[in-house]
């Protein structure tokens, strides 16, 4: 029986493409991508969800006055198709906290840079301006704080001179690709261990 993955994706899907097709590949540890969500019906990740013959599903925001009955309407969107691992990738939404809750220790994030720097939804750019020589990407567990729960994977990417948001941007994402893959694996395969902050996996140092 294999683990039923949903990304939930508001823009290009680059993250959700690489988790579906190391799905495909059967590289997730018994994990499957059943589902792309976005909050966009305009995603791009949606797309490349069905271009992958992965169900795309648009959860318009609009009707909902308030983030908890939003996150209810994911919930139910995911609950309906039997998900048990949640993906954010690139879900510029906060959720709400019943939907954290509903997936205990079963929503992961991948972020932009090494946390807790440059948290936020500018992380590329922060770093860029803050000058910083070093950031990179993390895949963490999502906790009811922005950017916040414990860390399962983190890789650094060096600034070079002359990088713009774009190109920087696009080198983290090539370590995203690889990253959040294998922390998913890593999940799914039954080897990750949380103790508070603190995130074991078997089999990496
Ligand atoms: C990624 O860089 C991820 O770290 C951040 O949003 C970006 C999403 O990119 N949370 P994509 O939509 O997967 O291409």
Redesign the pocket.
């Known amino acids: 029986m294999s683990i039923r993955i949903a990304v939930l ?1 508001s ?6 493409e690489a988790l579906i097709e190391a799905s495909h590949r059967n590289e997730l540890g018994g994990g499957e991508v059943v589902a792309v969500v976005s909050d966009r019906e305009d995603a791009l ?1 949606l797309e490349r969800a069905r271009s992958h013959g992965v169900e795309g599903v648009f959860v318009d925001p609009a009707p909902y006055p308030d983030r908890d009955s939003y996150g209810e309407a994911l919930l139910k969107e995911l609950e309906a198709r039997g998900v048990e691992l949640v993906c ?3 879900f510029m939404r906060i959720l709400a906290a019943v939907f954290i809750q509903a997936f205990p220790s079963r929503v992961l ?4 840079a090494l946390l807790p720097s440059f948290s936020g939804a500018n992380a590329v750019s922060d770093a860029l301006a803050w000058g910083v020589k070093v950031t990179g ?1 993390t895949v963490h567990f999502a906790d009811e704080k922005v950017d916040h729960g414990p860390i399962l994977l983190q890789e650094a990417v060096p600034i070079l001179a002359g990088d713009t948001e774009e190109s920087l ?1 696009m080198r ?2 090539a370590v ?1 690709h690889r990253i959040y893959p294998s922390a998913v694996r890593a999940v799914c395969e039954g080897r990750v261990l949380v103790e508070g902050r603190n995130v074991k996996i078997e089999g990496e140092h």
């Not at 994030?109 to 932009?112: A, D, L, M, Q, R």
Request: overall charge neutral; glycine content about 16%; charged content about 10%.
């Open positions: 994706a823009g290009a899907g680059t993250n959700a990740a954010l990738a690139g994030n991948i972020h932009p990407s941007q983290i994402k995203e």
